[in-house]
């Protein structure tokens, strides 16, 4: 079936760094990819979808200049947690559409210390 | 405005029947999903229904009424393993195939 890979799994980053996130779509092409967020306790929220080859669409409320979305292949798509805070620490997940049943990455658990 | 609701949290016992509800209001519809996620982990597909009726897959099927705004999952032969949030989402018509989710439901299972 259609995989997702999601690096890291978990990483902790001081504050004012910046993490980068990879999700490849193992055997399929990813048109779009949706990146969510998700704290404790909480369901899924949608931050951005990307589209390979164009800027990336974001939510209300989401920063564009802080989380870069990047969609430059059609297996490949990168969100970028610039200059993070600990209230950026979460759970965020990408997920592509390869047909009817969205396939989700592992996810990363981000920690701002 | 887009809406889906379901319980916050449940408790079944091991070996029963549970059925967890799922009511939505959105401006368009293009199918209804249903997904588990255990605590710190991705959310996996469970199933998918566009048009009404059940859908049986093993242990768990999903039904749906569009007329009514409503589906659930059912889940037989509860297991401990079942313990897990179970997440309602529908796709609406607009584009880029974004899902609207609702906000899970805890599903205790006791032995």
């Known amino acids: 079936g259609a995989v997702v890979s999601q690096h890291p799994s978990w990483v902790i980053c001081k504050s004012g760094t910046s993490v980068k996130i990879e999700c490849r779509s193992l055997d399929f092409q990813a048109t779009t990819m949706f990146w969510y967020r998700q704290f404790p306790k909480q369901s899924l929220m949608l931050m951005a979808t990307?589209?390979?080859?164009?800027?990336?669409?974001?939510e209300q409320g989401v920063e564009k200049d802080k989380f870069l979305i990047n969609h430059a292949s059609l297996t490949l798509s990168t969100l970028t947690v610039t200059s993070a805070h600990p209230e950026d620490s979460s759970f965020y997940i990408c997920?592509?559409?390869?047909?009817?049943?969205?396939?989700f990455g592992s996810g990363t658990r981000l920690t701002v210390v | 405005g887009q809406n889906i609701d379901q319980p916050t949290e449940m408790t079944a016992t091991e070996g029963a029947i549970v059925q967890i509800n799922c009511t939505y209001q959105?401006?368009?519809?293009?199918?209804l999903f249903w997904y588990q996620q255990h605590a710190g982990e991705a959310p996996t597909f469970l199933s998918y229904?566009?048009l009404d009726g059940l859908e049986e897959k093993g242990r768990f099927s999903s039904f749906l009424s569009r007329s009514k705004g409503y589906s659930y999952l059912l889940l037989k032969e509860l297991q401990m393993k079942d313990s897990a949030s179970y997440l309602c989402?529908?796709?609406?018509?607009?584009?880029?195939?974004?899902?609207?989710w609702g906000a899970g439901t805890k599903l205790i299972i006791k032995p």
């Open positions: 229904n566009v």
């Open positions: 959105t401006s368009g519809f293009n199918g």
């Open positions: 997920s592509a559409y390869p047909n009817y049943g969205y396939t």
């Open positions: 990307s589209n390979e080859g164009s800027k990336a669409t974001y």
């Open positions: 989402a529908v796709r609406d018509d607009g584009s880029n195939y974004q899902l609207i």
